[in-house]
């Protein structure tokens, strides 16, 4: 993978030649039950210099995996509908997408689940 390429690739360039200008990445604890924390967002790649992230891989770390997961897409500034899925089900890789951001909720007060949020640019 490139991480310095003499051009910027579009979200379908990137898709099909599996190349990418740069990437980071997160390490979130989910502690909260809705959206209100900062803490359990991701680095806000729109203003970090990266530019949105073309492609985003979210790995489970620790946690209960029967837990449900609930995340929101910030695209374009704005933060879309709640997508929840369970922790059993990750890593989960999604594509095709200019994200600026994600925040995390978690059904589970009792524990915290860590997942690791890897952004390519």
Known sequence: MATKPLHKYSVQESSNLLVYENYSSDTISINETDFSSDGDETTDWSTSGDGPAK???????????GDTLSMKLKINGTYGDQIDILASSLPLTISGLLIDQIIFATDDTGTNEVVEVISFH
């Not at 492609?55 to 995996?65: A, D, K, N, P, W």
Request: proline share 0%.
């Open 55 to 65: 492609e985003v891989m979210i790995v489970f770390f620790s946690g209960q995996t």
